[in-house]
């Protein structure tokens, strides 16, 4: 029945897209100049296509390479710069960094340790949960985070929810035909215990533990520059639209304090709604423990590959105040992308921290997802479309900053729960920095909203990766999904606004 309608929709989208964008071109129907009509027709057939992913995300990304120059809106290589953008390769250093930690299950040591600090009440666990795939989102991707931390929290609900079964070792990750795919790996999540063994506990703690690593994952991924594409689309835009550059500890002055905030706030939802409570067995093991005993001390290949991962991170952290003075021509890309040939060089037992093999893991449609958004965004400014966007969403008469910001994070939020967050970023950048200049408010205050809101998305499965994984996980349903994201949507769009209109102005100025 899903791939019905799964195939349905795409269907429907592969025609609706070219069609619309004739209808467009042809009929011209907001008497746009000829360059504006044609990047809102070329926009409208790719925004078509993500949205029902008629073919993969990644290849209709590539469509501006084609429509904007046959348009005559620029040049091929006007449309084929911005996927070379610097923000892409930040990102594409980031992910190789992050390959060499999974690779010597680095993150999976870093989750038990933070869970283990915080005890084994039931609150206490789901903040744990929450807290350490916050911390792994930061550095790695969201969906590589909720992959691992999911097989751990099943264990953790079975053994303490008194139901058990045996368990089994750990599915290697490689045996997998799409690693990176959440939907194919949903049958595989549970993969530390035998399904036939296993009477999965649909219990208000197991609720609130799946969910506490889903909304962790996203939360935390809007920490860093590079902990979620949505970031990365706003330093990008930023820079080719203002000439503002958004550094690495720039973006961590406003990520950190709102991931944090929010990172309390909806753990305290949690609490409050499904209240999660352990009936611990006297005598049970702390599951938690006995993963660590398991892991043993740190091999040389742990050790080695977090020397790298502190070092990059300290080099991004102290650039603007220490490494500028020294290197001027020293860039957070740069940065990353030392890190990431670092991995490739040094050794550990006669191999490398990182062999090229394991690059087929990389998403690089999320790279190409990036370019095609910036090339979106210089159509936008070159044709004077977001401008006359801009114009149309002033009308509305909403001249104040505060109702303008709500706005952008309601429509966001809602969006992003059925398409692609780093999509809906690229939509809505350029028309963010014309709104801005539109109503005479910093831009980057709007980018800003735009980009935490595509981030949080919560009520459906479809919304993020980490929630289609937990939701795979069987521990749920959709309806329970919905609902208790609708409880955590509302303070999520509020907390948005509120660092949006009083704490992003002072820190981007």
């Known amino acids: 029945m899903i791939s019905k ?79 070379a953008d610097p923000i892409v390769f930040l990102l594409l250093g980031g992910f190789l960094i992050a390959l060499a930690i999974e690779r010597w ?11 283990s600090t915080v005890g084994t009440s039931g609150k206490g666990l789901v903040f744990g949960f929450m807290a350490a795939t916050a911390f792994l989102s930061m550095w790695i991707s969201n969906t590589a985070t909720a992959m691992m931390m999911v097989p751990i929290g099943a264990a953790v609900i079975v053994e303490l929810t008194a139901i058990g079964g045996r368990t089994t070792p750990p599915l290697d990750r490689d045996e997998l035909e799409e690693p990176n795919d959440p939907i194919a790996v949903e049958g595989e999540l549970l993969h530390g215990f035998e399904a036939d063994a296993v009477e999965l506990p649909n219990t208000p703690f197991g609720v609130a533990l799946m969910l ?33 550059e958004i550094g690495f500890l720039d973006w961590m002055l406003v990520g950190v304090p709102i991931a944090v905030v929010f990172l309390l706030i909806a753990w305290v939802l949690l609490v409050v709604v499904l209240r999660p409570t352990i009936d611990r067995q006297p005598g049970r093991p702390d599951v938690i423990d006995d993963h660590l005993r398991e892991l043993g001390p740190m091999t040389t290949g742990e050790r080695r590959v977090l020397a790298v991962f502190g070092l990059v991170a300290a080099g991004w952290i102290v650039r603007p105040f220490v490494l500028r003075p020294v290197v001027p021509m020293l860039t957070d890309a740069m940065i990353a992308v030392a890190g990431a040939i670092l991995v490739f060089l040094i050794p550990v037992d006669g191999e490398r921290l990182l062999d090229w093999e394991y690059t087929s893991r990389v998403p690089w449609g999320v790279l190409l997802l990036l370019g095609a958004g910036f090339s979106i965004a210089r159509g936008f400014r070159q044709s004077g479309l977001d401008g006359v966007v801009a114009d149309a969403i002033a009308e509305l008469g909403i001249t104040e900053l505060a109702g303008m910001i709500l706005l952008i994070a309601t429509v966001v939020v809602l969006l992003t729960n059925v398409t692609s967050n780093a999509a809906t970023a690229s939509l809505f950048m350029p028309i963010a920095v014309s709104i801005g200049v539109a109503i005479g408010v910093p831009p980057l205050t709007l980018m800003a909203t735009a980009a935490f809101a595509a981030s949080f998305a919560f009520m459906l499965p479809v919304a993020t990766a980490p929630n289609a994984i937990v939701f795979g996980s069987g521990y749920l349903t959709i309806p329970q999904m919905a609902k208790i994201g609708v409880i955590i949507t509302l303070p999520a769009i509020l907390v948005i606004s509120a660092f949006a209109i009083w704490w992003v102005p002072i820190v981007w100025t």
Request: no cysteine; hydrophobic share 50%.
């Open 5 to 83: 309608t799964t195939v349905s929709r795409g269907s429907i989208g592969l025609l609706l897209g070219p069609v619309m964008f004739l209808g467009l071109q042809l009929a011209d129907p907001v008497a746009l100049s000829p360059e504006a009509t044609a990047v809102l027709a070329s926009t409208t057939w790719i925004v078509v296509w993500w949205i029902t992913e008629a073919i993969p995300i990644p290849v209709t990304s590539l469509l501006p390479i084609v429509l904007f120059p046959t348009t005559g809106v620029m040049t091929v290589g006007d449309a084929t710069t911005p996927y």
């Open 105 to 115: 299950n680095l993150h999976h040591r870093l989750s038990l340790l933070v869970i």
């Open 212 to 244: 506490g690593i889903a909304y962790g994952a996203s939360i935390g991924g809007a920490a860093t520059l590079i902990g979620s594409p949505p970031n990365a689309v706003l330093a990008g835009v930023a820079e080719s639209s203002l000439g503002i």
